[in-house]
């Protein structure tokens, strides 16, 4: 799991809402000498989670007790992957898919730039058929993280285009307005005409990702 990420991750939640990191270093460092999964630990988890807006649990790598926990202790799970590696499901997904929805998981690619287009998304999907959503993530663009963390608390904004026919092509002042007015949309759907209209902004834009 990329440390730079989860550094880039926390301070976007920052800068959103009220958020609290947990890893199995705060755990020792407040429990010392107790296993992360004894009841004290998991009482003072749940008095967290009362408290504070969205708990994120930093899990290991590993398929050990940790990760166990925050699996059990959380209703969603963002599945984590340096995009460069190899798309194979590793223990702790499969873990946390066995446990969870796999649709309320989430599919992190992370990229260490940006590019105009990227390839091989439909590997990592193979591996997870049923995941709720997928993203793509460059650690050098802020935007990408912010975006991450809007649809993580529900905030994502998105642009839905009616149909129409031939007066479908009006989406493109529409759209032009809002953008004039300082909307930034995170997702774009449609249908019929509006759907074609939503098709060619993201190809402009470059938010169709294979």
């Known amino acids: 799991m990329s440390p730079i990420f989860i550094r880039r991750l926390q301070e976007a939640f920052d800068a ?16 010392a000498g107790l296993p992360v999964d004894d009841q004290p630990v998991l009482n003072w988890l749940n008095e967290l989670e009362a408290e504070t807006d969205i708990i994120v649990y930093v899990a290991d790598e590993e398929a050990n007790d940790w990760t166990r926990v925050c699996i ?9 992957a340096d995009a460069s590696c190899s798309p194979r499901l590793n223990p702790s997904e ?22 105009t287009a990227v390839s091989g998304t439909s590997a990592w999907l193979d591996e997870r058929p049923h995941v709720g959503q997928h993203h793509h993530v460059a650690l050098e663009d802020g935007a ?44 774009l759907g449609g249908t019929s005409s509006g759907a074609a209209m939503m098709a060619g902004f993201c190809k402009r834009l470059g938010c169709g990702r294979d």
């Open 16 to 31: 959103s809402t009220r958020a609290r990191f947990v890893a199995r270093a705060d755990i020792h460092a407040r429990f």
């Open 72 to 80: 059990r202790q959380a209703d969603g799970v963002l599945l984590l």
């Open 94 to 115: 499969a873990l946390a898919l066995s446990v969870h929805s796999p649709s309320s998981g989430r599919l992190v690619l992370i990229h260490d730039t940006r590019s």
């Open 144 to 187: 990408d993280i912010e975006r991450l963390v809007r649809f993580i608390s529900g905030k994502a904004r998105g642009y839905v285009a009616a149909g129409g026919g031939s007066l479908g092509s009006i989406h493109l002042g529409v759209y032009k307005a809002f953008v004039e007015a300082g909307a930034c949309f995170d997702y």
